[in-house]
């Protein structure tokens, strides 16, 4: 069973920074795909970000340039670096493990339990 633990959430003010991790437990983490979700009020979830076992990146057009997904494979860890935070960056941050297929994208099977990012003045 994958296990995945999220932490580094918070509130931050318009402008910083914050840097999410995600440990992973309970799977060969250099083999899979590695993702990050958010959920704010009333909306639905939403990828942010995603990395495939090779190092290939995605992002929501909304976070390019701002966020940036990256993996230690020595440490079973996936983090998110987001700089230039806004208001409407606010949300639960769920971290997710699957894998990516050429035919099908990315398939994520195992959640953390969400971390709270919460971006105000």
């Known amino acids: 069973q994958v296990q995945l633990v999220e932490s580094g959430g918070g509130l931050v003010q318009p402008g910083g920074s914050l840097r999410l991790s995600c440990a992973a437990s309970?799977?060969?983490?250099?083999?899979?795909?590695m993702g990050w979700y958010r959920q704010a009020p009333g909306k639905e979830r939403e990828l942010v970000a995603a990395?495939?076992?090779?190092?290939?990146?995605n992002y929501a057009d909304s976070v390019k340039g701002r966020f940036t997904i990256s993996r230690d494979n020595a440490k079973n860890t996936v983090y998110l670096q987001m700089n230039s935070l806004k208001p409407e960056d606010t949300a639960v941050y769920y971290c997710?493990?699957?894998?990516?297929?050429?035919?099908?994208?990315?398939?994520?099977?195992?959640w953390g339990q969400g971390t709270q990012v919460t971006v105000s003045s």
């Open positions: 990395i495939t076992s090779g190092g290939s990146t």
């Open positions: 309970g799977s060969i983490f250099s083999l899979n795909a």
């Open positions: 997710t493990s699957g894998s990516y297929y050429r035919s099908q994208g990315y398939v994520f099977d195992y």
